[in-house]
């Protein structure tokens, strides 16, 4: 967690009710409100066009952007979706209860509007050996029915054999494309929204607040999580506060 610096004066002048926190008031419906590179969003927006969703590995850096996409494709349109934070897991015993509990169930309303239920599981690289074992074998018997989306930060520590049985997709910055730059004007139109949705008087023009802007998108791209929630703590309805980073 990156310590920030804030001065008597800004802290005086800071308006202590304004506490929306963006990330989960605003979080992304559809792909379109998402901060991607092209090329991933034409991926996975032709899934949604062809009604179809195979099995998904999205792995890439934190606050990249993984998490927010699979909510995207497993809520679409109310489709029957159950989601595991595998980090969360409290035994192998008590994983493999839940999931089995909901892959064996009807869907909801028979609602499967990208033709399968979908399963989320978040840093799946946390699961155990013996669970990424069931797991291999879950994907592989519950291929009609379901779709499997699994998020990971390392997908090196995903077996192989689970590889194999996903479309894996590589949320991490290609340099020879133009990721970046992509990314970095979505991203700058994203926090103005909020701001303005969120009532506060910026502008985004001024010298002092475009270096601050600037400061924090280097530190922490390409996390967009952390970079929307730095530029939230400065916005209040009175203006930005250009609270400086720290150096740690």
Same mark, same amino acid.
């Given at each position: ?28 419906? #559809? ?10 969003? %034409? ?49 192998? =015993? ?22 399968? =239920? $979908? ?22 018997? #519950? ?13 090196? %520590? ?9 479309? $894996? ?26 701001? =303005? ?11 002092? $607040?475009?270096?601050?802007?600037? =400061? ?19 916005? #209040? ?12």
């Amino acid at each position: 967690m990156v310590e920030v610096i804030e001065d008597e004066g800004a802290k005086r002048s800071r308006d202590s009710s304004h506490l929306t926190e963006w990330i989960q008031a605003y979080r992304p419906q #559809t792909l379109e409100e998402c901060a991607l590179p092209q090329r991933i969003k %034409e991926q996975l927006q032709l899934y949604i066009d062809r009604r179809f969703i195979p099995n998904l590995i999205f792995a890439g850096s934190p606050g990249i952007g993984k998490s927010t996409c699979a909510k995207v494709l497993g809520n679409y349109e109310g489709t029957d979706c159950f989601e595991v934070n595998c980090a969360n897991v409290p035994s192998p =015993k008590e994983f493999k209860q839940k999931v089995d509990r909901f892959v064996t169930s009807a869907s909801l309303f028979g609602n499967t509007p990208l033709g399968k =239920k $979908v399963i989320i599981l978040e840093e799946s690289n946390e699961l155990s050996k013996q669970t990424l074992a069931y797991l291999k074998k879950k994907i592989e018997d #519950t291929q009609e029915g379901c779709a499997w989306i699994l998020t990971t930060n390392v997908k090196g %520590e995903i077996p192989s054999a689970i590889l194999s049985r996903c479309n $894996v997709v590589d949320f991490n910055i290609l340099p020879d494309r133009d990721d970046e730059g992509e990314m970095l004007d979505q991203v700058s139109d994203l926090i103005q929204e909020y701001a =303005k949705r969120d009532g506060c008087s910026v502008d985004w023009e001024d010298k002092k $607040v475009k270096t601050n802007l600037q =400061k924090i998108f280097k530190r922490h791209f390409p996390d967009i999580r952390k970079i929307i929630s730095e530029v939230n703590i400065r916005c #209040t309805p009175k203006g930005y506060i250009p609270i400086a980073l720290s150096e740690y």
